[in-house]
């Protein structure tokens, strides 16, 4: 029987984009518990990353911030609505879309990254148990960052930001600690979400990509490809 790793790659990509597009549009990309809002988003793109490789990671990060960008402007991002609804004379209209455009597309490198994580740990970890958990976790590590750090380089000084900070007890003049007060505990509630999920995900397609002898069509750093196909 031919194992074919071109279509084994393909349903796999296609089912994550599948189900990132579900929970960006859908209840289910969204845990609400004690109070916290716990997003699943990062989990398809870590097992991208993971099985196949940075560059398709940074993909899986353009197709999430594509519907990140979506919701903004659909009105369904509470984030992306409150800075498409400030006053022009206060955010300008080419600070919004382009701060927004940035906002969500540095999902791309959170992708990427995830990738080339999972990559340099499979150097040490032969056999591949440990570095799907350790990537999966980074993909809500790096969002954080990335995300926070370019809505403070755009938005943080802003009046309207400003306004709201005043408004929900948030710092207005320390920028680290008004992103540790908004992320606060929720960032915990993701980083071992991402963890668990993305990583248990991610090590079971592996592994059963190696018991059937399928390897990953699409480039990995520092890894030797297997076989393309096999013969039973």
Request: with cysteine; aromatic share 14%.
């Amino acid at each position: 029987m031919r194992r074919n790793n071109t279509v084994y790659a393909l349903s796999v990509v296609a089912l994550m984009i599948a189900i990132m597009f579900i929970f960006g549009f859908t209840p289910l990309g969204t845990i609400q518990t004690l109070g916290l809002s716990i997003t699943l988003m990062g989990i398809p793109v870590a097992i991208i990353a993971c099985l196949f490789g940075p560059w398709m990671g940074a993909l899986a990060g353009a197709i999430w911030g594509t519907i990140s960008l979506i919701q903004a402007f659909a009105g369904m991002d509470a984030t992306g609505t409150l800075l498409l609804s400030a006053d022009p004379s206060v955010i300008p209209d080419a600070v919004k879309f382009g701060g927004l455009i940035a906002i969500c597309y540095c999902r791309i490198f959170v992708g990427f990254l995830t990738g080339l994580i999972y990559d340099a740990l499979r150097l040490i970890d032969k056999k591949g148990y440990i570095a799907p958990f350790f990537a999966s976790m980074s993909t809500a590590i790096l969002n954080t960052v990335f995300f926070m750090s370019f809505f403070c380089l755009f938005f943080y000084q802003t009046g309207t930001i400003q306004d709201f900070c005043l408004s929900a007890g948030l710092p207005t003049e320390n920028a680290f600690m008004f992103v540790v007060a908004l992320v606060g505990v929720n960032f915990f509630a993701e980083f071992g979400t991402n963890a668990v999920i993305g990583g248990a995900a991610s090590l079971g397609l592996t592994k059963a990509a190696e018991h059937m002898s399928i390897s990953s069509i699409f480039p990995h750093f520092w890894t030797k490809p297997v076989v393309a196909s096999v013969e039973d």
